[in-house]
């Protein structure tokens, strides 16, 4: 069967199998069970609707409401929130039921929902056990990083996104296990790599792209385990050297034009339809060890899965951003940000821990289970609207509660964007959809205007080469040359500069990080053909891509 999105409009498709896991995922309460209704949007603006809920990038310096300190926070302080520093959040000085309230049959519960929000405590960012790291995002067990967003166990590494297992690397996006790399997409378990995507096992090597195994390279496309590779031309040792000795001390002009000179290069070679490894029937993009998902993007050891971003260890899951983790989620509907061993949650945001059975609620973990719509609870159960009520009086108003909400057409939908806690441009919608402050307002979005303030001239006229930076640069300010806001260079960044031979940047790492993001494909599925035998693919490189797209078959005929 179609159905034609309420939001843009476009008709898109609802399988039996999609049926079926409705069904399998729908609440039982009391003995009955509350079916799930087809989406009314299209799997595109439903994951819209989630990432407006994820602020990954954009951070404020406010007071925390507890402790009256400062902290640097994803809520600025204009936001109706009360915010606590992660430390106090995470103690026993407080307790979330004291917020609880009765449910109110005259009222839509996303507007009691809302009003609970603006009461209960609420993280002032998603960050555990890390040291020496104030300035970051959905990070974890990390050590001296600084301005890294969606990452684990990482040491000295700055300004990268979705980093994991890496050391002593700047401006990554899409890494894991990398050492000493730089400006690098989609890359694995590689050494002292720049300018380069698509790589694993790679070392000591420039401009490479869908290369495994390779070392003293530079400027190569689809090349396996070699090295000494020049523009993929094979040389000896001396040759190379020789080669490539002046690009090892680059001015920010020279490094510019290289970098576009081999994405101009690298378009003359095949692009593989998709990107991953010991899959069994799956679609979409970056998915690793998994078996029968589909629609899915930058996942690995998940099963059974579909419209699935940025995650791992899921099973049974549909329409999911974010998370996963070594424990995984299970029979999970609609949510942003759940994992570490939870089960069967349904239309809710941040769910960590050994959760289950729980409907339409944020920021609730640590073994929390049949829960609706509460925010903040630790080690409960049995609760609605973070009132605390008994296994019988819970299962006795869930009833009630459900068939409310469907009366008020709210029941079966995520969160909707009018109470969504961030602004448009403060999340990773910005990424994904990129929009004007118009744009964003006409579709029923909140815009977050920055304040208002000149920009400072810049006050250090930048050296074309490294070794001509002198360490008082670390003390000027700097002028974006993009977009004319202000940036400085920290001491742990000049060092890694100095030690790379690698010259100081001319722009702010918010746009560095655009350039970036703009090198991967959208997250859509296209139909077309290969272009060497014709058959039918299903791939993100559009019809109208310059992009070479192959299949699988006739991409590894031309690898070497």
């Excluded at 296990?177 to 096992?201: A, M, V």
């Excluded at 690793?288 to 099973?315: E, L």
């Excluded at 995984?328 to 939870?342: R, S």
């Excluded at 693919?537 to 797209?549: H, L, M, R, Y």
Aim: with cysteine.
């Amino acid at each position: 069967m179609t159905n034609k999105c309420i939001q843009c409009g476009s008709v898109f498709e609802i399988t039996q199998e999609d049926l079926d896991f409705l069904e399998k995922v729908s609440p039982i309460i009391n003995g009955k069970k509350y079916k799930i209704p087809e989406p009314t949007l299209c799997t595109d603006c439903r994951q819209l609707r989630r990432q407006i809920w994820r602020n990954e990038r954009t951070l404020y310096k406010r007071k925390c409401d507890a402790t009256g300190k400062d902290v640097i926070s994803v809520y600025s302080e204009d936001k109706p929130f009360t915010v606590y520093n992660n430390d106090y959040w995470q103690s026993d000085k407080w307790d979330a039921l004291s917020y609880g309230c009765d449910f109110d049959f005259n009222k839509p519960f996303f507007e009691q929902f809302k009003e609970l929000m603006q009461k209960v405590p609420l993280l002032a960012r998603s960050a555990t056990n890390n040291e020496n790291c104030d300035y970051v995002n959905q990070c974890g067990w990390c050590k001296n990083c600084y301005l890294i967003f969606e990452a684990d166990v990482d040491e000295n590494c700055m300004y990268s996104n979705y980093i994991y297992d890496s050391k002593s690397c700047m401006d990554m996006l899409m890494a894991t296990k990398c050492e000493l790399c730089y400006e690098c997409i989609d890359t694995e378990n590689s050494y002292n790599l720049r300018f380069s995507q698509n790589c694993k096992n790679c070392s000591d090597s420039w401009f490479l792209k869908n290369c495994i195994g390779c070392k003293n390279c530079y400027g190569c496309v689809n090349l396996r385990n070699k090295e000494y590779y020049f523009l993929n031309e094979k040389l000896d040792k001396e040759s190379y050297e020789k080669k490539t000795a002046p690009f090892r001390r680059m001015s920010v002009k020279s490094l510019k034009q290289a970098h576009k000179s081999f994405l101009n290069f690298a378009k003359k070679f095949p692009q593989k339809y998709f990107e991953g490894h010991q899959n069994e029937d799956v679609s979409g993009n970056y998915i690793s060890n998994s078996k029968n998902c589909h629609d899915c993007y930058d996942i690995n050891n998940c099963w059974d899965c579909k419209n699935i971003t940025n995650s791992r260890f899921m099973k049974n899951c549909q329409d999911i951003t974010v998370f996963g983790s070594l424990k995984g989620a299970e029979f999970c509907y609609e949510n942003h940000e759940i994992g570490d061993g939870v089960k069967n949650i349904i239309f809710s945001d941040q769910i960590w821990t050994g959760c289950y059975n729980i409907i339409y609620s944020k920021l609730c973990v640590n073994n929390c289970h049949d829960l609706f719509g509460c925010i903040g609870l630790k080690h409960k159960n049995y609760c609605i609207l973070n009132k605390q009520y008994t296994k019988e009086e819970y299962e006795e108003l869930m009833p009630k509660i459900i068939e409310h909400m469907i009366k008020n057409g709210e029941y079966g939908e995520f969160f909707p964007k009018e109470i969504a806690p961030y602004c448009y441009n403060e999340t990773v919608v910005q990424d994904y959809s990129p929009a004007t402050k118009e744009e964003a307002i006409k579709k029923g979005y909140t815009w977050k205007d920055e304040d208002k303030r000149d920009y400072l001239p810049q006050t250090y006229e930048i050296p074309e080469y490294i070794d001509e930076v002198k360490p008082e640069i670390t003390s000027q300010t700097l002028a974006c040359e993009i977009c004319k806001k202000n940036y400085r260079i920290t001491e742990e960044e000049f060092k890694f500069y100095k030690q790379q031979l690698l010259p100081i940047p001319h722009e702010c790492h918010d746009c560095r990080h655009k350039s970036r993001f703009k090198l991967r494909n959208p997250r859509h599925l296209y139909k077309r053909n290969c272009q060497k035998c014709n058959a039918e693919i299903e791939t993100t490189f559009q019809k109208d891509s310059d992009a070479i797209v192959y299949c699988e078959k006739c991409y590894m005929e031309v690898t070497e």
